[in-house]
């Protein structure tokens, strides 16, 4: 073993345990510290015992066992414990020394946090680090930025840990400046909660719709992942509804409705409003998982509120198709969504990012990884500024496919009472963005009846406003200010 570590790792739970050992399995000395008494010892104890690694008790400790130019990650919750470990950390550091944040930190203080790191010498990178405790093990997919120096010092090490494509290609590249890498991560996210809720919706109209039992839509759910749906998380949901309880029963059916979240889904919603831009099947997702939480409204709210209890009845065979290609087509909006807001923040915060590196970055690894992807990086390749993923030849021959099953599905949800707010925003997005006349004149009209806000016309050139009095003249002519936010 080497006397000076490659890297620190600060934060032994199981994300930093688990990217600790991938790590040394590849070849690097690891430096490990954790505030909490004990946890360092325990682990080279433990697993760590035999391995690279040098254990540390206080922060001078694991500075000390760092070669130059020091490299230390950090793996703890975000939020004020990460600025406190910043605080600790950079008196003890030199310049050039590099800190990573591998945590879900939210972008804004990311960039807060490298430009404060820089301005004291050092530098900052903030990665987005998907796949969970056994992607962080094996290979998880991560997504870096913040201070563009530090790129090739650290490039190396995350790359030989992170998930490899089948040509080789690690999951793992350069995103952008300061908090870059970590909004991507925040957009996965939120692309992962719209993933989750689809399924979910799909797995509701099975259950309450179709009458199947768990084992059958196992079935189907497997051989949905034997084709163009083929992802990770369709894949574990087929496992997922196959686990059987001690008492032989679907353990699915065990678990309690009241799903929780740690917040990246409800950043990604409120950046998309920030940005003005329509993310309508992940605000969905999130506000799904918020009404679940309400158990015991929804509960008393059952006894009271009625709605159909219509059963299927045709071929269950042909509508499994339709369902099958309404999330298909629903998972297409939500990426390109995803991406529609990605484009708005890269122009608003200056950042160079290459969209279709970013779906190579999460075609393994991480948990919305999928063959679908892979569809994704071929747009942009063919179209680099393509203003939306829905106009890509593929993908518009895949909604016009898909729209006749995707429109009988969504009104089989509504009809029956099977709540899809992601599916049904989904199609409802479709329509909106493919209709050249939306009744925003009516709006409009509205906005300038009520508040002078003003009006464009038709027949005038774009930017030049009108007001019309249509109070005549009782609360006087002049019109507001007009902007946008």
Request: aromatic share 10%; charged share 25%; glycine share 12%.
């Amino acid at each position: 073993m080497k006397n000076k570590a490659d890297i620190g790792m600060i934060g032994m739970a199981v994300m930093g345990e688990n990217l600790s050992m991938n790590m040394e399995r590849h070849g690097y000395t690891v430096a490990v510290f954790d505030v909490w008494d004990g946890v360092v010892d325990k682990f080279i104890a433990g697993r760590g015992a035999g391995h690279a690694f040098i254990p540390a008790h206080s922060f001078e400790e694991l500075v000390g066992a760092l070669s130059t130019p020091r490299v230390v990650m950090m793996m703890i919750r975000a939020g004020s414990p990460v600025d406190e470990t910043i605080d600790k950390l950079l008196p003890l550091l030199d310049p050039g020394d590099i800190l990573i944040d591998g945590g879900n930190s939210h972008f804004p203080d990311t960039q807060r946090r490298c430009k404060k790191v820089e301005e004291a010498g050092m530098l900052y990178i903030g990665t987005g680090v998907s796949g969970g405790a056994e992607g962080a093990f094996i290979g998880p997919s991560m997504m870096p930025g913040g201070s563009p120096a530090a790129w090739p010092r650290v490039k190396p090490i995350l790359q030989d840990i992170c998930a490899k494509v089948e040509d080789g290609t690690p999951c793992c590249d350069w995103v952008g400046e300061d908090g870059a890498g970590h909004y991507v991560k925040m957009v996965h996210n939120g692309i992962e909660y719209g993933d989750m809720q689809l399924i979910c919706e799909a797995y509701q109209l099975m259950r309450d719709y179709l009458g199947m039992t768990a084992d059958e839509m196992a079935e189907v759910f497997a051989e949905w992942n034997r084709g163009e749906l083929d992802s990770y998380l369709i894949g574990i949901t087929a496992d997922i509804l196959t686990r059987k309880d001690d008492d032989g029963a679907p353990l699915v059916d065990k678990i309690l409705d009241t799903a929780g979240q740690k917040g990246t889904g409800k950043w990604t919603a409120i950046s998309a409003l920030d940005e003005g831009i329509p993310l309508t099947l992940i605000g969905e997702a999130v506000f799904a998982r918020c009404l679940s939480a309400v158990k015991e409204e929804r509960t008393a709210a059952s006894k009271i509120l009625t709605g159909p209890a219509k059963k299927f009845e045709g071929d269950r065979a042909a509508f499994l198709e339709d369902m099958k290609a309404a999330l298909y087509a629903s998972k297409i909006v939500s990426y390109a969504q995803g991406y529609s807001l990605m484009r708005a923040a890269a122009k608003e915060y200056g950042w160079n990012l290459n969209y279709g590196g970013i779906a190579l970055m999460w075609r393994g690894g991480c948990i919305i990884r999928s063959v679908f992807l892979g569809r994704i990086k071929d747009a942009f390749d063919r179209d680099p500024s393509i203003a939306n993923l829905m106009l890509d030849d593929y993908f518009r021959e895949a909604l016009t496919k898909a729209e006749d099953g995707w429109r009988r599905v969504a009104a089989a949800g509504i009809l029956s009472g099977v709540p899809m707010p992601a599916t049904t925003s989904a199609l409802s997005y479709f329509d909106g963005y493919r209709t050249e006349r939306l009744p925003a004149n009516l709006l409009q009209a509205q906005r300038d009846y009520f508040g002078a806000h003003t009006y464009e016309r038709i027949d005038a050139e774009r930017g030049t406003f009108f007001h019309t009095d249509w109070n005549h003249g009782e609360v006087g002519t002049t019109a507001s200010t007009q902007y946008n936010v």
